[in-house]
C-alpha cells in the first residue's frame, strides 16, 4: 500500500510563499499523472494542479500564475510552489493522483494565508 505524505504547511501573511512537499513510499509518480489538490472548511476537495508524465501542467483558473507544480521522480516527490498566496488559498492540502481509483489520502497539509 503506497502511502502519501504532504508536507510544508503553515501560516503565512498574504503575498507570502510556501512549498509543499508530497512524498511517496513507492515510485509511483512517474508512471501516473499526479494532482495538488485543497479543501476549504465546508467545501469540496478540488483539484489545484496536475503535473502528467511527460511534466506538462495545468492549473486551475484560481491559482494559474501564482502555483507550480513540479515532480522529482528521483525521490519519488512532488511539489507545489505557492507564491503570492491569497486568503482565499486558505485549506489543507493534499496530493494524489489525477483520475481515480485514488491512492488512500494522506494527512494533507494546513495552509493558511492570513489577510
Known amino acids: 500500500q503506497v502511502q502519501l505524505v504532504e508536507s510544508g504547511g503553515g501560516l503565512v501573511q498574504a503575498g507570502g510563499s510556501l512549498r509543499l512537499s508530497c512524498a511517496a513510499s513507492g515510485s509511483i509518480f512517474r508512471f501516473n499523472p499526479m494532482g495538488w489538490y485543497r479543501q476549504a472548511p465546508g467545501k469540496q476537495r478540488e483539484l489545484v494542479a496536475v503535473?502528467?508524465?511527460?511534466?506538462?501542467?495545468n492549473y486551475a483558473d484560481s491559482v494559474k500564475g501564482r502555483f507550480t507544480i513540479s515532480r522529482d521522480n528521483a525521490k519519488n516527490t512532488v511539489y507545489l510552489q505557492m507564491n503570492s498566496l491569497k486568503p482565499e488559498d486558505t485549506a489543507v492540502y493534499y496530493c494524489n493522483y489525477k483520475n481515480s481509483p485514488y491512492l488512500a489520502w494522506g494527512q494533507g497539509t494546513q495552509v493558511t494565508v492570513s489577510s
Open positions: 503535473i502528467t508524465i511527460g511534466g506538462s501542467t
